[in-house]
């Protein structure tokens, strides 16, 4: 697709964009949205959309309108037999009408995506501003992702996301076609999901007394207590919300490490007796014993996250497990004697493969971290590759589904330059540019190795991210680049992407997204004195 000045700067870039000569389709408070039943929700959300920046009603076709011309018209239809491929659109513009055809709803849905990027920046506004011109150009665009898994972790167990950020948040990933939300939900400094069956889970384990500020030695605590959950109806109202939007919700509950919050709650589950939840970051030597009423338990949390998420993947994490306590532990020691392993890494993967036949037979899949690997991988698990790409192409040579997040290029904590200016700067260096190039499919993997590839996410970790406002920064403008990784095909242009970047930062200024500017952070959106780790 060839980008000038005149022409709206589409992103991701679709697969085929041809843009005609003649006059522009003109939108006006007459405009009507008509749509089949199977793209009435993505009318709807439209009509939602266009309506709060318009201020028009965009309505249906009236039933018994008089023969003569017609109103410009959205026309929003699914057309599974017109060769788009799954999540394929065609949006074609002419005189009289803009028209979406997908292969089926979410690709009228990421047609409809499109088709807001070709109005002005105002169509993000949530109230009519002076009379904009509200024209859509002459053209042709075919398009469909490039992933079926197209992904973004967002950690709301470090920091606690309220609700309605997390609806937000949802609407960010659509705005870009992303179609995963892997939501962590628990690790040691809280657990986020009311358990009816444990209800301590969340009235211990959802708060803690204090927070780790900064990063390395010099980090200190802010003696200020932090906490929150998601009722049960909360997460019901998640699930539909992202899925009216075509996004799948994963939920994250990680163990056996990363489980301080759920052993404070229940100290019986862990191997230390009394503990309170964790208030510092990184690896915590509590985990989990591996006893038969701990498997229980996590059965038990797990039947009641598959009753709230109808994902195909629950994650069960398995990452960054100490085995200090295991060797220590006369349980661990009777388990690992019982069930014939030889080590402690055998025993965490007796573990997962636990949770593993547990999810199988409800006709669900284990997703874990590349952790999983080691000891033996489990029969039906798919590996999340993050220490690198290594764990990913072992699982996929193995013939293991491979989601791809390496921190090289998908961790979105990681500072983006090497400016002392970097609020808490931690890892190394991760740009935008970084992001753009970075490529999920490993080159050494065989053709039939790289379609265990179901795509890539990146992960949004929260320990150094506070507020709404740092999420913002730290996930924009890295967001947009990897959407567009994830989504188009061919060759990419750092050079060439840059401008439409910088033209689609005017529509996250419409939605209030508090994005890192090009050339460094704000005077307020840095965190002078409070170290990193670099």
């Known amino acids: 697709m060839t980008e000038t000045s005149a022409r709206p700067a589409l992103l991701p870039r679709p697969a085929e964009a041809a843009f005609h000569g003649g006059a522009a389709l003109t939108l006006s408070a007459a405009t009507e949205i008509a749509a089949d039943a199977a793209s009435a929700g993505t009318a709807a959300w439209l009509r939602t959309e266009l309506g709060a920046a318009t201020g028009w009603p965009l309505p249906p076709p009236a039933s018994g309108a008089l ?146 500020v900064g990063a390395g030695p010099a980090a200190r605590f802010d003696g200020r207590p932090h906490g929150g959950f998601y009722t049960q109806d909360d997460i019901r109202e998640i699930v539909g919300y992202a899925a009216a939007r075509h996004i799948t919700v994963v939920p994250e509950i990680d163990v056996p490490g990363h489980s301080q919050a759920a052993i404070a709650a229940y100290p019986w589950l862990g191997e230390s007796g009394e503990l309170e939840v964790g208030r510092e970051w990184g690896i915590i030597e509590h985990v989990l ?61 007796w573990f997962i493969r636990q949770l593993d036949a547990h999810l199988t037979a409800r006709g669900r899949r284990l997703l874990g971290w590349d952790e999983i690997l080691e000891g033996g991988l489990a029969p039906g698990a798919t590996v999340a590759s993050w220490r690198g790409t290594e764990g990913g192409v072992a699982a996929a040579r193995a013939g293991h589904d491979v989601v791809m997040c390496p921190t090289s290029t998908a961790y979105l904590d990681y500072r983006q330059s090497a400016s002392d200016e970097e609020p808490i700067p931690v890892g190394h260096v991760l740009g935008a540019a970084d992001v753009y190039a970075a490529e999920p499919v490993p080159p050494e993997l065989t053709p039939e190795e790289a379609a265990h590839v179901l795509g890539a996410q990146v992960n949004v970790w929260t320990e150094h991210m506070d507020s709404p406002r740092a999420v913002d920064y730290m996930v924009f403008p890295r967001l947009p680049a990897f959407a567009e990784v994830v989504w188009s095909h061919g060759a990419r242009d750092y050079a060439r992407f840059r401008p439409r970047l910088e033209a689609h930062l005017e529509r996250l200024d419409a939605l209030g997204v508090e994005y890192r500017p090009m050339d460094g952070p704000r005077p307020w959106q840095r965190r002078p004195g409070v170290p990193g780790r670099r």
């Not at 338990?297 to 990452?319: H, N, W």
Request: hydrophobic share 40%; charged share 30%; proline share 8%.
């Open 289 to 349: 014993n591996v006893s038969d009423a701990t498997l229980d338990f996590y059965r038990d949390v797990f039947d009641e996250v598959m009753e709230l998420f109808p994902s195909e993947y629950i994650c069960v994490g398995g990452d960054e497990c100490p085995k200090t306590q295991w060797r220590a532990s006369e349980t661990a020691r009777r388990r690992m004697r019982e069930e014939g392993l030889a080590d402690e890494e055998e025993l965490q993967s």
């Open 67 to 212: 023969p003569g011309e017609p109103p410009p018209r959205i026309v929003l239809a699914v057309d599974a037999a017109a060769g788009l491929g799954p999540e394929g659109y065609r949006l074609r513009v002419d005189g009289r009408a803009a028209h979406v055809t997908g292969h089926d709803p979410a690709g009228v849905f990421y047609g409809a995506q499109t088709l807001r990027q070709l109005l002005p920046p105002a169509a993000y506004r949530r109230a009519p501003l002076a009379a904009p011109v509200w024209e859509l150009p002459r053209l042709e665009i075919q398009d469909r992702p490039r992933f079926r898994w197209r992904g973004c972790l967002l950690d709301v167990a470090r920091h606690f996301l309220p609700k309605h950020q997390v609806l937000r948040f949802i609407d960010l990933l659509a705005m870009h076609k992303l179609n995963v939300l892997h939501l962590h939900l628990t690790d040691d400094q809280g657990w986020r999901l009311e358990i009816g069956r444990y209800p301590r889970l969340t009235e211990v384990g959802s708060w803690r007394r204090e927070s780790q």
